[in-house]
């Protein structure tokens, strides 16, 4: 397998993503199925981004507590009174036990199990019980107010919780108006459409991927294999209807299908999904590193990316209309069928590609499509910047 020379790429690994002249080249393989690069992307890239990591909707109600792992740091989301959402490191103060384990409800203190130390939903220490000898919850020149729990720097944009580990990352609103000029330059069919009026109809569930979370995303937004992979599922989206997008932090594709709207309609998605195809305009956009949207004009999906290893990723399609469309479960159901079959389709292709790349000739990298691949460039570029 190759190695990571000095915990970081070498600079002419870099400088193939950027030639002078000729056809760029991606990361090489190791980035790709080497435990090193992955613990180095766990240590330099996660902690500097805002990284996606929930759903507003999974924790509606105050004392919902949800635990999640981000760069394998164990963090906990939690619905505070306010009806803010609180994020935190998920360790207890005292011996660093893993505060929560499992997602749960209606809690009005974080109880770690090892010695009942307890915790308010702001993070606040409440309780040491016998710490400084039996029936003594103090001890001489200890300071409760010193020990709550660590914060970590949350943002809930519409339904999409993000979190960034270092707190230094630039504001969540400054790097996602790419996202939301794109959007509102596209033609839906609502006028005075508002990401906040989005309704969750539906969760798609599709387990580990046996691929490294890179390839997840890529395939994701980039167009070029679509007639390939998906030549019935996706028929109705000619190669030549779609374009890449590469802008600052926020990479995908567009589809924009001659003579039909950009803003097909859900009872038209439906009739898609019946004939077992998608045939309608579509944006695909990435805030990198792995906050995925993608827009059908009456529908919206978001995917959820969790890294877990260097060839693991875990992945979560949800599924949400405008508030102005009434569907019926069959609609809903429709859909939700035809995007299991599409990314079925692509599933295999990422764990075929995470298998290939363990060969050397990929040592030097992938291939990119100037035309098409642009935005994978460009992804992959901010990758190396993030481990350096």
Same mark, same amino acid.
């Given at each position: 397998?190759?190695?990571?020379?000095?915990?970081?790429?070498?600079?002419?690994?870099?400088?193939?993503?950027?030639?002078?002249?000729?056809?760029? =080249?991606?990361?090489?393989?190791?980035?790709? !199925?080497?435990?090193?690069?992955?613990?180095?992307? +766990?240590? =330099?890239?996660?902690?500097?981004?805002?990284?996606?990591?929930?759903?507003?909707? #999974?924790?509606?109600? $105050?004392?919902?507590?949800?635990?999640?792992?981000?760069?394998?740091?164990?963090?906990?989301?939690?619905?505070? =009174? @306010?009806? /803010?959402?609180?994020?935190?490191? @998920? $360790?207890?103060?005292?011996?660093?036990?893993?505060?929560? #384990?499992?997602?749960?409800?209606?809690?009005?203190?974080?109880?770690?199990?090892?010695?009942?130390?307890?915790?308010?939903?702001?993070? &606040?220490?409440?309780?040491?019980?016998?710490?400084?000898?039996?029936?003594?919850?103090?001890?001489?020149?200890?300071?409760? *107010?010193?020990?709550?729990?660590?914060?970590?720097?949350?943002?809930?944009?519409? #339904?999409?919780? %993000?979190? *960034?580990?270092?707190?230094?990352?630039?504001?969540?609103?400054?790097?996602?108006?790419?996202?939301?000029?794109?959007?509102?330059?596209?033609?839906?069919?609502?006028?005075?459409?508002?990401?906040?009026? %989005?309704?969750?109809?539906?969760?798609?569930?599709?387990?580990?991927?046996?691929? *490294?979370?890179?390839?997840?995303?890529? !395939?994701?937004?980039?167009?070029?294999?679509?007639? +390939?992979?998906?030549?019935?599922?996706?028929?109705?989206?000619?190669? /030549?209807?779609?374009?890449?997008?590469?802008?600052?932090?926020?990479?995908?594709?567009?589809?924009?299908?001659?003579?039909?709207?950009?803003?097909?309609?859900?009872?038209?998605?439906?009739?898609?999904?019946?004939?077992?195809?998608?045939?309608?305009? &579509?944006?695909?956009?990435?805030?990198?590193? @792995?906050?995925?949207?993608?827009?059908?004009? #009456?529908?919206?999906?978001?995917?959820?990316?969790?890294?877990?290893?260097?060839?693991?990723?875990?992945?979560?399609?949800?599924?949400?209309?405008?508030?102005?469309?009434?569907?019926?479960?069959?609609?809903?159901?429709?859909?939700?069928?035809? *995007?299991?079959?599409?990314?079925?389709?692509?599933?295999?292709?990422?764990?075929?590609?995470?298998?290939?790349? &363990?060969?050397?000739?990929?040592?030097?990298? &992938? %291939?990119?499509?100037?035309?098409?691949?642009?935005?994978?460039?460009?992804?992959?570029?901010?990758?190396?910047?993030?481990?350096?």
């Amino acid at each position: 397998m190759a190695a990571i020379h000095d915990s970081v790429l070498r600079p002419e690994e870099i400088a193939r993503l950027t030639p002078a002249q000729g056809i760029a =080249r991606g990361l090489p393989r190791s980035a790709f !199925n080497d435990e090193a690069f992955f613990r180095l992307e +766990c240590e =330099r890239l996660f902690p500097r981004q805002w990284v996606f990591v929930g759903h507003a909707h #999974d924790i509606p109600a $105050t004392g919902d507590v949800m635990p999640v792992t981000v760069a394998g740091i164990p963090v906990i989301l939690v619905r505070a =009174r @306010n009806g /803010e959402v609180n994020a935190f490191h @998920n $360790t207890c103060r005292h011996r660093g036990r893993k505060l929560v #384990d499992e997602f749960c409800r209606n809690r009005q203190l974080l109880v770690c199990p090892y010695h009942r130390w307890a915790y308010g939903l702001d993070g &606040a220490l409440r309780a040491t019980p016998h710490f400084g000898g039996y029936q003594k919850s103090s001890a001489p020149g200890f300071d409760r *107010n010193a020990f709550g729990l660590k914060p970590v720097r949350a943002v809930q944009w519409h #339904d999409w919780l %993000l979190v *960034n580990l270092d707190g230094q990352a630039a504001s969540f609103e400054e790097q996602v108006t790419p996202i939301v000029q794109r959007v509102a330059d596209w033609d839906f069919r609502a006028e005075g459409y508002d990401l906040a009026n %989005l309704r969750h109809v539906g969760t798609i569930e599709f387990g580990e991927v046996r691929g *490294n979370w890179k390839i997840v995303v890529e !395939n994701f937004i980039e167009p070029y294999h679509v007639p +390939c992979v998906h030549s019935d599922s996706c028929a109705g989206q000619p190669l /030549e209807a779609h374009f890449a997008i590469s802008d600052g932090r926020v990479v995908g594709s567009a589809a924009r299908i001659k003579g039909s709207k950009a803003a097909v309609s859900l009872e038209e998605q439906r009739a898609a999904a019946a004939r077992k195809q998608l045939d309608s305009s &579509a944006l695909y956009l990435v805030l990198f590193p @792995n906050f995925a949207l993608g827009f059908y004009g #009456d529908s919206v999906i978001s995917i959820l990316t969790v890294p877990l290893a260097a060839d693991r990723t875990r992945e979560r399609f949800d599924l949400y209309v405008w508030d102005y469309v009434d569907p019926t479960p069959e609609t809903v159901e429709g859909w939700m069928d035809l *995007n299991r079959r599409i990314n079925a389709e692509d599933i295999g292709m990422i764990e075929a590609m995470q298998e290939g790349l &363990a060969s050397p000739v990929m040592d030097e990298g &992938a %291939l990119i499509s100037p035309h098409w691949e642009h935005c994978i460039q460009q992804f992959e570029k901010m990758v190396a910047e993030g481990v350096l």
